[in-house]
Antibody
Framework: EVQLVESGGGLVQPGGSLRLSCAAS????????MHWVRQAPGKGLVWVSR????????IYADSVKGRFTISRDNAKNTLYLQMNSLRAEDTAVYYC???????????WGQGTLVTVSS | QSALTQPRSVSGSPGQSVTISCTGT?????????VSWYQQHPGKAPKLMIY???KRPSGVPDRFSGSKSGNTASLTISGLQAEDEADYYC?????????FGGGTKLTVL
């Protein structure tokens, strides 16, 4: 059974940092591009970032470029999102997703809530 | 990186068909046959329903179908069932990055 389990969310003050993790199992993690997608409370899905299978290629939405860093450890089957200089508008449930290359998301985690507030 | 345009809401009675549109530009929907659709029930993670415009993943009922014409993609749900009531999001590849639509709430009357 495929599982993506996010962790690391929580309450952080504006300007602070947080590191999200996504533990993958049940599929060949190292073969797939992976993504982070977020959803602000009551709002729609927004793509955040993508990393290719070997971790050498990354891309970000303009809204997080320069503040967020996506990475992966294929030996640990884990995807990461380092979030710095957090803003109130970064408040959202963050999902890791993948399994569809660069264009769609076959597998989804259950999400982890990040709240940026003083 | 502008969001794709979807109607905010659609509705239909059980057994009927509904179509949800998704309008982008010549840089995303119109440029690639990489449109996907996701169903999301409240408090749950999204679920892939259609990928590559019209392909259905294993386990998705054939009541769900996708198509595309120019810069507009569509998701059609035939034989509406109560459990189809959910939010639906389209998504398109846009050359390296990905863009979602704003979402459509489907109400089964």
């Amino acid at each position: 059974e495929v599982q993506l389990v996010e962790s690391g969310g929580g309450l952080v003050q504006p300007g602070g940092s947080l590191r999200l993790s996504c533990a993958a199992s049940g599929f060949t993690f190292s073969s797939y591009w992976m993504h982070w997608v977020r959803q602000a409370p009551g709002k729609g899905l927004v793509w955040v970032s993508r990393i290719n299978s070997d971790g050498r290629s990354t891309i970000y939405a303009d809204s997080v470029k320069g503040r967020f860093t996506i990475s992966r450890d294929n030996a640990k089957n884990t995807l990461y999102l380092q979030m710095n200089s957090l803003r109130a508008e970064d408040t959202a449930v963050y999902y890791c997703a993948g399994g569809g290359g660069g264009s769609y998301f076959y597998y989804w985690g259950q999400g982890t809530l990040v709240t940026v507030s003083s | 990186q502008s969001a794709l345009t979807q109607p905010r809401s659609v509705s239909g009675s059980p057994g009927q068909s509904v179509t949800i549109s998704c309008t982008g530009t010549s840089s995303d929907v119109g440029a690639y046959n990489y449109v996907s659709w996701y169903q999301q029930h409240p408090g749950k993670a999204p679920k892939l329903m259609i990928y590559d415009v019209s392909k259905r993943p294993s386990g998705v009922p054939d009541r769900f179908s996708g198509s595309k014409s120019g810069n507009t993609a569509s998701l059609t749900i035939s034989g509406l069932q109560a459990e189809d009531e959910a939010d639906y999001y389209c998504c398109s590849y846009a050359g390296s990055y990905v863009v979602f639509g704003g979402g459509t709430k489907l109400t089964v009357l």
